[in-house]
């Protein structure tokens, strides 16, 4: 399948920078002219060159103008396998129509930071991506100048065509693509004025989408290697159980079954890595011939499991936390003025609460990955959103050099932080080597809800004085969760407030965690927002009208020096969600709400309209406004906020993972509550800020703040603030 | 172990197998076509949807025993170039993230369609709840159906 193509394209990339020592020589294709076949899927209309020249890492120009363009980081539905791309053709000034994207396998010599995480990928790259393109655009030009006995400053380009104007002569990409080769780019390359931008700004249909909708192998799951075995783990039952003893005995006869075995992922003197986390380090591992063979032996192999640490409770975890917030001071994070005499001098305290349970991510297509192990080489296909991380973890465990590993990353069904864990790719890496055998694990979805590295439940306890005018004289903050609390003490409303305190409570557990989908904003933003939406009630204030003064004054008078946060760039998403919702117009029957929040560089805001439909509220619209600064790609970027938005709505109503004695309450779909097609608003209105200023995140900042718009309009509905996260578990939803 | 004759994707296929195989993991394991994809293995969620004599069926739940002559159809059969109008609608509105749910949307889709030209938001709502997308991109089907409805 293309992965191998694309993993033995990499491979001679590689070998051709290395010789050219970064930028590219001319190279002949032919060689490898049956691999690099181009896929009619994705662009019908391409036709084949005879021979292709590699710029650099990036870039290859067939010689009839087609153009190939790595990209580099792992796609997990953020877009990027467009998006990256389509800045490099930019500054390249290609045809996109005479584009083909491929995906990169992990290549540290020729990329960096190949992550998927912290929406980082478009402001990470923003400015070597173009620079790419437009050093590889240079070199063509150079050789073009020299084709036509002209300067390089008599030449213009458009769409993978070079002009001279003054003689009328033009020379399409591919005619000078093998000479350009032989040329050296200038250290200083000057870049496009955005306002030039032919493909950046303008939207650009998903590279993958054609094979999507074909039902194309694209995924982990789909890869198909020769010889291939399925294997598959089986886990202890609950967090604090470990394996005992097993009685492989009972299934080896069982048909299409070839191998039982025992593998531990950290094996003694290893040091783990961030990435690293896991519960289970050893695992039985069932190998077969078909999947359902496998299954069926995992449900009837016989494994004594026992107890090593505490067996947890989600009731006593949460208790926990209430009370070390109720009783204990927490470590200081941050302090401004007195806030004590201002609690005590002011006219009126609020103090609310808020709970948020253990999330799984339950990606669509659960963990699982291919290995081939052999005694001195390790070759691995699929899922991950950190491979660099993973080659290290693989090197320790496997005892096999970095540079006889290979990786290649498969599209990704979901990533939402789960796959930044590769855990599941060495226990493949293992199993391969135990077995002396290819492999692809699979994870059932009940493995992949009960093991994983879960969004910890988090707890926080606002505290807000006003002056007799309703004026914000003191706030103070409590967190506690895993392995901190989920308050960041810079932001907002840090700096808009004389008085101000952050207090940390830290609680323990042993059920793995790890990041989620904007983690800790995914639940501080929600809380901050219904907060602030119940202060400015009590203060008698228009919920924007209220945070706009807050604003304003970390404007004119901020206070702090650390303020993580433009408050012009906040302050411009709400006064744009205000205008485009017609914020204060009343209709009967819509219920109201607003939430502003600053994650990932990004600014958003959003109004979100609920109505009552029958016994159950439903959320109508919502409008969302964002400031990302330039929109690469303003079709795709709609589809990230409104899948935010959804996302953050499903979660906040109805998503919940619970333990007891250890074990997961949940394990699949009938029982772990996921926001479906019905309960979707039934619009979303996307407005970006146009401000040209360099793109930030996109993939995560939508969702943080849609649980308290969603919080702070059931309030206007039924009369009632939602405190416990997912609210469609309280039964007296409509009070 | 039995031998199946099936009708797939208007092919007859042979193959060789338990007879409690679910009709996913022999479209997957042994015919190939990964298209339909595994995501819960009990009807929760939508992305292994095929047509069964043009009916949306999940796929884990069908038991190769159980087909008999019925004619199978996966998003691999939908079309043979991706020109389902369907398909062509979802490219339309650029619906895919991740993309891993959407073959099952289609095939839930595509079998609302053909028995229901013109379907209310209700209507698709209903038809549509059993296929769950985690990346969120309902609002966009819901569009993409009602843009396939149109074209067809």
């Known amino acids: 399948m293309t992965n191998d193509i694309n993993h033995k394209r990499r491979s001679f990339i590689k070998v051709s920078a290395a010789a050219g020592g970064g930028m590219m020589l001319g190279f002949n294709f032919i060689a490898c002219k049956e691999e690099s076949k181009i896929p009619d899927f994705i662009a019908p209309n391409l036709s084949e060159p005879s021979e292709w020249t590699t710029l650099n890492g990036f870039l290859s120009i067939g010689d009839n103008g087609v153009v190939t363009i790595m990209s580099p980081n792992p796609e997990i539905g953020q877009n990027v396998k467009t998006s990256m791309p389509m800045i490099v053709a930019e500054e390249l000034d290609a045809d996109w129509n005479q584009v083909i994207v491929e995906q990169a396998g992990l290549d540290t010599e020729n990329f960096e930071r190949q992550i998927a995480g912290g929406s980082q990928s478009i402001r990470h790259g923003w400015k070597n991506l173009r620079k790419t393109g437009a050093t590889a655009r240079n070199l063509l030009l150079q050789a073009a100048a020299a084709k036509l006995d002209v300067t390089i400053e008599e030449l213009t380009t458009s769409k993978g065509i070079i002009y001279h104007e003054a003689s009328d002569k033009s020379l399409g990409y591919g005619e000078v693509a093998s000479l350009a080769a032989d040329y050296t780019a200038p250290e200083e390359i000057k870049l496009k004025d955005p306002k030039d931008f032919a493909i950046i700004g303008h939207d650009t249909r998903n590279v993958d989408g054609f094979s999507i909708v074909q039902g194309k192998p694209l995924y982990g799951l789909d890869v198909n290697m020769p010889g291939t075995k399925i294997a598959m783990i089986v886990h202890p039952p609950a967090f604090g159980m470990k394996l005992k003893s097993m009685d492989d005995g009972s299934i080896k006869s069982m048909s299409g079954i070839t191998?039982?075995?025992?593998?531990?992922?950290?094996?003694?003197?290893w040091n783990p890595q961030w990435s690293d986390v896991n519960a289970y380090p050893e695992l039985v591992a069932i190998v077969g011939n078909s999947t359902w063979e496998v299954m069926k032996a995992k449900k009837a192999i016989k494994i004594d499991w026992e107890g090593e640490t505490a067996l947890e409770n989600s009731v006593d975890h949460e208790a926990t936390m209430t009370k070390l917030l109720a009783e204990q001071d927490g470590e200081l994070a941050r302090k401004d003025g007195d806030p004590d005499k201002a609690f005590a001098d002011a006219d009126k305290v609020v103090e609310k609460t808020y709970t948020a349970p253990f999330l799984a991510h339950n990606t669509m297509e659960p963990m699982n990955f291919y290995a081939n192990v052999t005694a001195d080489k390790a070759e691995l296909i699929g899922p991950i959103q950190t491979p660099m991380f993973l080659e290290g973890t693989l090197e320790g465990v496997l005892g096999i050099p970095k540079e006889?590993?290979?990786?290649?990353?498969?599209?990704?069904?979901?990533?939402?932080?789960?796959?930044?864990?590769?855990?599941?790719?060495?226990?493949?890496?293992?199993?391969?080597?135990?077995?002396?055998?290819?492999?692809?694990?699979?994870?059932?979805?009940?493995?992949?809800?009960?093991?994983?590295?879960?969004?910890?439940?988090?707890?926080?306890?606002?505290?807000?004085?006003?002056d007799k005018d309703g004026n914000l004289l003191a706030f103070g903050i409590k967190g506690s969760g895993i392995p901190g609390s989920p308050v960041f003490e810079n932001r907002f409303p840090a700096g808009a407030v004389d008085h101000y305190q952050v207090q940390n409570i830290q609680v323990e557990t042993n059920i793995s965690t790890g990041a989620w989908r904007a983690p800790r904003s995914n639940f501080i933003a929600t809380a901050e927002q219904s907060f602030l939406d119940e202060v400015?009630?009590?203060?008698?204030?228009?919920?924007?009208?209220?945070?706009?003064?807050?604003?304003?004054?970390?404007?004119?008078?901020?206070?702090?020096?650390?303020?993580?946060?433009?408050?012009?760039?906040?302050?411009?998403?709400?006064?744009?969600?205000?205008?485009?919702?017609?914020?204060?117009?009343?209709?009967?029957?819509?219920?109201?709400?607003?939430?502003?929040?600053?994650?990932?560089?990004s600014y958003v805001a959003?109004?979100?309209?609920?109505?009552?439909?029958?016994?159950?509220?439903?959320?109508?619209?919502?409008?969302?406004?964002?400031?990302?600064?330039?929109?690469?790609?303003?079709?795709?970027?709609?589809?990230?906020?409104?899948?935010?938005?959804?996302?953050?709505?499903?979660?906040?109503?109805?998503?919940?993972?619970?333990?007891?004695?250890?074990?997961?309450?949940?394990?699949?779909?009938?029982?772990?509550?996921?926001?479906?097609?019905?309960?979707?608003?039934?619009?979303?209105?996307v407005f970006f800020v146009d401000n040209g200023i360099d793109p930030t995140g996109l993939g995560e900042p939508s969702l943080p703040p849609i649980g308290a718009a969603l919080a702070n309009a059931l309030y206007q509905a039924v009369g009632k603030r939602f405190y416990q996260q997912p609210f469609g578990n309280e039964n007296d939803l409509l009070g | 172990m039995a031998s199946y004759k099936l009708n797939i994707n208007g092919e007859s296929r042979e193959i060789d197998v338990a007879e409690d195989t679910p009709?996913?993991?022999?479209?997957?394991?042994?015919?190939?076509?990964?298209?339909?994809?595994?995501?819960?293995?009990?009807?929760?969620?939508?992305?292994?949807?095929?047509?069964?004599?043009?009916?949306?069926?999940?796929?884990?739940?069908?038991?190769?025993?159980?087909?008999?002559?019925?004619?199978?159809?996966?998003i691999e059969g939908l079309s043979e170039d991706g020109s389902h109008p369907v398909q062509q609608a979802w490219i339309?509105?650029?619906?895919?993230?991740?993309?891993?749910?959407?073959?099952?949307?289609?095939?839930?889709?595509?079998?609302?369609?053909?028995?229901?030209?013109?379907?209310?938001?209700?209507?698709?709502?209903?038809?549509?709840?059993?296929?769950?997308?985690?990346?969120?991109?309902?609002?966009?089907?819901?569009?993409?159906?009602?843009?396939?409805?149109?074209?067809?």
Request: proline letters at 3%; one cysteine or more; a neutral charge.
């Open chain 2, 92 to 152: 339309e509105h650029d619906v895919p993230q991740c993309g891993y749910c959407q073959a099952g949307q289609i095939m839930t889709a595509s079998a609302l369609l053909a028995e229901n030209k013109n379907p209310s938001d209700t209507d698709i709502a209903t038809a549509m709840n059993g296929n769950i997308c985690r990346c969120g991109t309902y609002t966009r089907i819901r569009a993409a159906v009602k843009t396939a409805a149109k074209n067809a």
């Open chain 1, 606 to 685: 959003q109004v979100l309209d609920v109505e009552i439909s029958g016994d159950v509220p439903k959320v109508k619209r919502v409008y969302c406004a964002v400031d990302c600064g330039i929109v690469v790609n303003p079709m795709a970027a709609k589809n990230q906020i409104e899948g935010g938005i959804v996302d953050g709505i499903g979660h906040a109503m109805y998503s919940a993972m619970t333990f007891k004695d250890g074990a997961p309450e949940q394990s699949n779909f009938h029982n772990y509550r996921l926001i479906r097609q019905a309960e979707a608003p039934e619009s979303i209105e």
């Open chain 1, 404 to 466: 006889n590993i290979s990786i290649m990353m498969t599209r990704m069904g979901g990533g939402f932080g789960r796959r930044l864990y590769g855990h599941f790719a060495t226990e493949a890496a293992l199993i391969s080597q135990a077995v002396q055998k290819p492999v692809k694990l699979v994870y059932t979805r009940e493995d992949d809800m009960t093991q994983g590295t879960y969004r910890p439940a988090y707890k926080v306890t606002y505290k807000a004085g006003l």
């Open chain 2, 23 to 74: 009709m996913l993991w022999v479209l997957r394991d042994n015919l190939h076509l990964v298209g339909t994809k595994y995501g819960c293995g009990i009807a929760q969620c939508g992305a292994c949807t095929i047509h069964v004599d043009g009916k949306a069926v999940r796929s884990c739940q069908l038991r190769v025993s159980q087909v008999g002559e019925k004619k199978i159809t996966t």
């Open chain 1, 259 to 269: 191998d039982v075995v025992k593998i531990n992922v950290e094996p003694e003197g």
């Open chain 1, 536 to 601: 400015a009630e009590a203060a008698g204030k228009d919920p924007i009208d209220f945070r706009l003064s807050l604003f304003d004054k970390a404007i004119k008078e901020p206070v702090g020096k650390d303020n993580d946060y433009d408050a012009e760039r906040y302050a411009g998403v709400l006064k744009l969600v205000k205008e485009k919702a017609n914020w204060g117009s009343e209709t009967s029957g819509v219920y109201r709400g607003v939430s502003a929040y600053y994650c990932h560089n």
